[in-house]
């Protein structure tokens, strides 16, 4: 589908053929004021198809399919990111020129990425095309070829590209040692294949086919979009999706477990170094969800949110000790597990000094003499980025389609907000003495000769 209004003469003369999904009328400008102010996502199902949609008034959407195809559930190594590039590539219906042309003619957005649990091929138009990009991506995820030519000139070079890129990379190695030491398999799995890895032993067309065929499965997907009533986008998933195969081959991946351990790589290109902790899983994953994780990565923090001010965190001011060192705190949550990861860069000399003082921060939340202040400022901000994410488009599209995939619930922003309110301090106290008790995880890149072991800065492993 095509709307020849959105159109020139010149482009009517390019596509003379009449498209299948023409919408009954466009609304114009009227779309500006359509829609409402609620963050909320209302949810349902279409022709066996998770369908889910926040109606924020404004004039343009946001589509995705979800699927449950993560590195997390990979069969074998690189489909997940060999399937992602073969997002808007050649169909039964159209050549991936003609794809190209007729979005930038309706001026849309078209991209795909993946995350440890999903797959996400996405759109971004203008409101009132809502019925040609949800056709598009009905085709995109069942009417794919996968033809040799594609993956060995396109496909194929991509993710060599990828792999040299994450080799350079000393933060990514860190990250992706720290999920692999914590999980081994699962979430373990880095999210791009290491240059080490015998693509070729398992990475083709036909492979990379006959994953789509799960990962695209009805059970195995979720359409959710921004900027559209549920009404409409129940409508038209219900009309472009029937085509969509009912596997009864679902990909899964068993229940994620948390080890512990540590790993040391070697690199000349930069030193980073990362110690981690069982986390929460997602909001949407239901009762496991625990918010003082949340707000403990807060107070933990590392960076500032103002300006021209060391901010109240723990690591900000731990850092500033150590000139040559930065720290962030990230939760990594996923639908069954968590990782709490403190991530360090600069110098080898700096971080040997900034982690050994990060050990001893936890352990004076876990002692209790953190002052209430401090943790006052760090719900508030935990509460902030909880809000924030759930506010913004993309963040709180990706994890509502995740959570229907994973048998969870939408991304609901008001009840994150008042989890998030309900943590005490006793709470966050708990949490920081679990995770000394507990083994860590601790991954070191870069100057092995300076870099730290997990005993000498106190750890458990």
Known sequence: MISRSAIGRNARLAFPRPCCAQPANRRGLAAAVSGSTSFNYSSGEASGVKVASRDVAGPTTKLAVVAKAGTRYQTLPGLTTGLEQFAFKNTEKRSALRITREAELLGGQLTSYHTREALVIEAKFLREDLPYFTELLGEVISQTKYTPHEYHEEVEHIIKLSQKKLLADVAGLAINSAHGVAFHRGLGTALYPSSSTPLTKYLNEESIKDFASSAYGKANIAVVANGASQEEL?????????????????????????????????????????????????????????????????????????????GFSLLSKAASSFPGASAVTTHYAYSDAGLLAVQFSGSAKAI?????????????????????????????????????????????????????????????????GKSVESVSAEKLKSAAKALLDGKSTVSAVGDLYELPFAEEIGLKI
């Open 234 to 310: 129940t409508k038209w998933v219900g009309e472009f999706f029937s085509q969509v195969p009912s596997t009864s081959a679902q990909l899964s991946s068993d229940a994620s477990k948390y080890y512990g351990g540590e790993e040391r790589i070697a690199h000349d290109g930069g030193n980073s170094m990362v110690i981690a902790f069982p986390g929460s899983s997602s909001f949407t994953s239901g009762g496991s969800y625990k918010p003082e994780i949340s707000v403990l990565a807060a107070l933990l923090g590392g960076q500032s949110s103002i300006k021209w001010s060391p």
């Open 352 to 416: 040997r000094g900034a982690t050994t003082e990060a050990v001893k921060a936890i352990k004076s939340i876990a002692d209790g003499t953190i002052s209430k202040e401090d943790i006052t400022k760090a719900i508030a901000l935990a509460k902030y980025r909880a809000l924030e994410e759930g506010q913004n488009i993309e963040s709180g599209l990706v994890s509502t389609g995740a959570g229907l995939v994973h048998g969870g619930k939408p991304f609901q922003i008001d009840e994150i």
